[in-house]
Each structure stands twice: as structure tokens, then as C-alpha cells.
């Protein structure tokens, strides 16, 4: 039997007449990575509070590390370590006195907090900068620390919500690294809420696709992508609606599936390179000047594309 | 790079998380409040300047037509209004706000922290505050030739009384912080002072005061809290005054402490 660090069912959310969260349903396995991905407003951060326990549902439930959230959150909240959006720290403090004091609200004896914090001190890599004030920092290195503060207490499950938001592609590279290094060396389970697609592709095991408050997917990269179609013909051009009425009339095609988003047409078939000269012809037959014609395997955003009729990309940041 | 060995070391720890206990929780909060103090001189410095300002500026200019009128001693008389303005409206509901602001306060309730611990830690470094604030002022209290008919004793719980009332009266901008996490609104908390400190007995005794000024210093708190402190350092231990002072801070300890709490309660209800 499977154990399940994170079990929602039917998970709800509103806020007066808005349903933020709108009957979720996942499961996330024991020292999996999940990654939770959706646009802006899509309910990510809601679900993320909700599993952390700092926000009650509003209808169905949740269980993490064995304890339902609504009735048992402060068992949930033993077991749990959670680095919200935005890094919160206290800028008049140094890094160390943050995760002494992390030590101590959970209950830490001195000589454990003293062993945890010169091992996640090296691990997130702060050197002298542990004894500086936070209001020191750059972005990069307050992620390292509330990543760090998250881990004082050795959690079962790490809940990280856009760890690497506004970071730049180093800091960015470094956090995916610590992450991958919790989740294979300590088996920790990691529940990751991103709007980077890349993100979710690189770390998550399985990846749960959230939009409007609604669960509209899950599985593994893989077999999402494989939902799409083994290859994708995109063309850009300024006449999207003729384009794509010329390419659903090539015979050879077949079955393959034409949209429109924008001035983008995209071609989901079983064989791309066979799929591009006819393609070509016909767009030419008829006069349509192309800007561009690529032969590509989908990615997570041609999945939500699919999915949701956006592309995540278009959607704007932050959630 | 040493993070693979070092999260190996993490990965041979066999910590785990515990409730640490109400004290415990206490203790930490406070701890972080009063550590933040030094750092940020900006707000303490107006709170030491303004009553040593009011103090010689009153005793200078009001002083001696003042004694020529009542017979008082007007810089024992003068020495509690100082530290009224001293304690009152101290506290760290700013740093609170910012917290709430900045996400931290989530990150503590995120913890298995005692909720109440949140607000009474803070309360506890205010405490701590306050009491280093009065000592200046009775220091010049005593360089101006004020001495306390009660004693060191005396001295003792003039401090503690006014300590307690600086601590009841911070109940209000904890209140404001907690229920708005507004800076601005907490920074307008600051107007309560004034009625509190100026309807009232700070310049003159009640029975020199007339027309609507006296109706108001009647049902002030701070008229019967001054008595109070008045009579420590220039009657000795009567009761009676001290008693009616301790009331008043009671009262208004109540009333402020209560709508706090219920701002606590609301701010970590989960939504």
C-alpha cells in the first residue's frame, strides 16, 4: 500500500462568493517531489495555506503526514516545513538568531539546535553572512536562509511556495539543486508551487496542473506531454483562423489535432518531420506568409495549453 | 561545494519537532522583541527626549508661579507626568505590523508556537522598555532635589505602577495592529495619548482645574493614576490614592488588553 504524505479530497476554498479553490483532489506519495503548477490567481497559494494549515477550508479535507489539517493542525505543523512566497524574515535579525529562534518554537534542546544549525548553515551555503543582519542580503541568499528555517526542525513533508520566484538563473540553479539533494538524500517529501514550467519539469516526480481552482491534470511530465501528442508543427503567423482551415484540410494528416492560440498555430501529430512539407505546401498554396515554422516535443505549457486554452507563459507572475 | 556532505549530517539527525511549551514560547518571542530594541534607537530616543523636554520645560516656565499658587512641589509634582509620557504608547506593534506585512507572523503561526505567547512576548519586551525608560527620568528627578517620601520601596513601585500602565496602554495599538495590519492605522493609535495625558491633572491639581477640562480630568484614568504616583513620592504610603491609581490601570488594562486578545483571536482564526 501506497503511503501518502498529502491526501486532499474535494478541497475547497472561498472567499465570499469566489471559490479560489474549487474541489481539489491530489495525492502525493511519501519522499515524492509534487509540483503544483498554475498561472497567477489560479489557487495555488490558497492550496498551499490550506495544507500548511494557516487557512481553514471551506468544504472537504486534507490530511499531511498522517494528521488532518482541520482537526489536528497543530500535529500537522510538528511535521511540516513551509517557505512561503517572498522570503519572510525579519531584516533586523541575523540569519542565525532566525533559525535559533525557529529552533526553539519547535522545541529544539540547545545542542540540537546548535547541530542543526551548523549543518544548514553549510548546506545553504550563508558563510559569514549567518551573522550579518538579514536586511543584508540579496534575494538569493533570504530564499537560502527561509529554505534553511524551514528545515530547523527536520520536517516530513517541505512545502515550498515559489521558492524561486524573482531569483536570478544562478540562485535559481542552486535552489533546484538543494531541493533535488532534500528530496533524494533525505527521501523528504516536497510539495513545490511554481508558475515556471521549467521548474516543474526539472524537479517534480509528478506535477498537478491547477487552473481557475481546479485540479485540470496530473501525472508525471511525461505522461502529461504524452497527452498532447509525440510531436508539435507551431507556425507563426498574422493570418492564425486561414492557416490553421488550410492545414486541417491536408489529407495526410489525418486525425492530427489544429489550434489557434493567437497568431499561433499549433499541429499535434503522431510524426512531426513528415507533417512539416505538407504543411508548408498548403500554406503556400494559399498565399499565407509564415514568420516561422518549428518542428517540437510539447512542453508543460502545450499541455496547459490544451488543457486551459492559455498559455501559462501569457498569464502574467506571481500567483 | 559542501552541501552533499552536509546534508548527509542532515540526513543522520534523528530531531524531531515538540511543542516547547507555553513559557518556553514566551521566552523566545520575547527574546527577539527585546534584542530588536538596541537595533532600532530611532524609536526609543523620541520616548527618552520628550518627557526630560516636558519636565524641565515645565518646571521652568510653570514652576514657580505654580508653587506661589499651591504650595506644591512642583518638580516632585511634575516628576509623574514626566514618566506617564515616558511609558505611555511605548510598544512594538509596529515591529508587529511589519511582521504581519512581511509574512513572518505567518511563518511563526506556521510554527506549533502558543498563539497568546505571540502577543504577550511582545509585551514582555515592552515591559522590559518601559522600566529602562522610567529610570532616566527619576534620575533626574532626583538631580533636580526631588526625593520619595516612600523610600526605595517607594521608588520601586512607582516604577512597577507606571510600567504597568505604560504595558495596559499598549493593549490599544496591539489591538489596531492586529485587526488592521496597517502601519498608518497604527500610527494614529498615537492620538489616544493625548486626551490621556492633557484632559487631566499634568499641570495643575484637580481642585485648580474648572468648567469642562475638570468634568473630563473626573473620568480620566490617568488623573487617579497620577494621584497615585503623586502620593508615592510626595505623601508617603497612602493608600487610598495609590489604591484608586492601581484601579484605574486595571480598568483600562481591561478594556485595552480585552480588545487585543479578541484582535489576536480574529488574526490567527485561519481564515
Known amino acids: 500500500m501506497t503511503d501518502y504524505a498529502i491526501v486532499a479530497q474535494g478541497l475547497q476554498r472561498s472567499f465570499g462568493d469566489t471559490k479560489a479553490v474549487d474541489g481539489v483532489d491530489l495525492t502525493v506519495a511519501a519522499g515524492e517531489i509534487y509540483g503544483f503548477l498554475g498561472p497567477n490567481g489560479a489557487g495555488k497559494s490558497t492550496t498551499v495555506r490550506m495544507l500548511c494549515t494557516l487557512l481553514k477550508p471551506t468544504g472537504g479535507s486534507a490530511r499531511v503526514a498522517g494528521h488532518d489539517v482541520t482537526h489536528d493542525p497543530e500535529t500537522v505543523r510538528l511535521r511540516i516545513g513551509v ?29 540540537e539546535i546548535d547541530q542543526r544549525v551548523a549543518a544548514l548553515a553549510e548546506l545553504v551555503d550563508l558563510g559569514d553572512a549567518l551573522d550579518q543582519r538579514i536586511g543584508t542580503y540579496s534575494g538569493g541568499m533570504k530564499r537560502r536562509l527561509d529554505l ?77 506531454k504524452r497527452k498532447v501528442g509525440e510531436d508539435l508543427v507551431v507556425l507563426e503567423t498574422d493570418e492564425a483562423e486561414l492557416a490553421a482551415e488550410a492545414i486541417r484540410r491536408i489529407r495526410s494528416l489525418g486525425s492530427a489535432a489544429v489550434d489557434v492560440q493567437g497568431d499561433e498555430v499549433v499541429v499535434r501529430t503522431q510524426d512531426g518531420a513528415a507533417a512539416i512539407s505538407p504543411v508548408a505546401v498548403a500554406l503556400a498554396r494559399k498565399k499565407i506568409g509564415v514568420r516561422s515554422l518549428t518542428v517540437r516535443t510539447p512542453t508543460l505549457d502545450d499541455v496547459f495549453l490544451q488543457l486551459t486554452g492559455t498559455r501559462l507563459d501569457d498569464e502574467g507572475a506571481d500567483a | 561545494m559542501t552541501a552533499a556532505v552536509d546534508i548527509e549530517r542532515l540526513a543522520g539527525s534523528h530531531i524531531r519537532a515538540r511543542h516547547a511549551g507555553f513559557w518556553a514560547d514566551l521566552w523566545s518571542v520575547a527574546g527577539r522583541a527585546v534584542r530588536r530594541l538596541p537595533r532600532e534607537p530611532e524609536t ?78 511582545l509585551m514582555v519586551a515592552d515591559f522590559v522598555l518601559v522600566v529602562t525608560l522610567t529610570l532616566p527620568v527619576i534620575l533626574l528627578g532626583f538631580v533636580t532635589g526631588v526625593r520619595f517620601e516612600t523610600g526605595v520601596i517607594g521608588i520601586l513601585a512607582f516604577i512597577l505602577m507606571a510600567a504597568a500602565w505604560g504595558l495596559c496602554f499598549t493593549g490599544f495599538p496591539y489591538a489596531i495592529a492586529l485587526k488592521t495590519g496597517n502601519p498608518g492605522a497604527v500610527a494614529s493609535s498615537f492620538i489616544l495619548f493625548f486626551p490621556f495625558a492633557f484632559l487631566t491633572t499634568s499641570f495643575m491639581p484637580l481642585e485648580f482645574l474648572s468648567g469642562w477640562l475638570s468634568t473630563v480630568a473626573k473620568v480620566n484614568p490617568v488623573t487617579y493614576l497620577l494621584a497615585g504616583l503623586r502620593a508615592l513620592v510626595m505623601e508617603g504610603w497612602a493608600w487610598a490614592p495609590i489604591g484608586k491609581g492601581l484601579l484605574a490601570v486595571a480598568v483600562v488594562g481591561t478594556v485595552s488588553l480585552s480588545m487585543a486578545l479578541a484582535a489576536l483571536r480574529g488574526r490567527v482564526r485561519r481564515g
Do not use: C
Open chain 1, 83 to 111: 517557505a512561503l512566497q517572498d522570503a519572510a524574515l525579519d531584516d533586523k535579525q541575523t540569519g542565525r538568531e532566525i533559525l535559533r529562534l525557529q529552533g526553539r518554537l519547535y522545541g529544539l534542546r540547545k545542542l
Open chain 1, 148 to 224: 534553511a528555517a524551514a528545515l530547523v526542525h527536520n520536517p516530513q513533508v517541505l512545502f515550498l511556495d515559489e521558492p524561486t520566484t524573482g531569483l536570478d538563473p544562478i540562485s535559481r540553479a542552486k535552489v533546484w539543486e538543494e531541493v533535488r539533494r532534500l528530496n533524494e538524500v533525505l527521501g523528504m517529501t516536497i510539495f513545490l508551487t511554481t508558475q515556471y514550467l521549467e521548474e516543474a519539469d526539472q524537479l517534480a516526480h509528478r506535477v498537478g496542473i491547477i487552473d481557475h481552482g481546479r485540479l485540470v491534470a496530473e501525472g508525471t511530465p511525461t505522461e502529461l
Open chain 2, 44 to 121: 526609543i530616543l523620541p520616548a527618552l527626549i520628550v518627557p526630560v523636554f516636558f519636565y524641565i520645560v515645565n518646571v521652568g516656565a510653570l514652576g514657580p508661579v505654580a508653587e506661589q499658587a499651591s504650595g506644591l512641589d512642583f518638580k516632585a509634582f511634575q516628576l509623574p507626568v514626566a514618566i506617564i509620557f515616558a511609558v505611555t504608547g511605548l510598544s512594538q506593534a509596529n515591529a508587529l505590523v511589519t511582521d504581519i506585512q512581511t509574512g513572518y507572523f505567518d511563518r511563526l503561526l506556521l510554527t506549533p508556537i502558543k498563539r497568546l505567547a505571540l502577543l504577550l512576548g
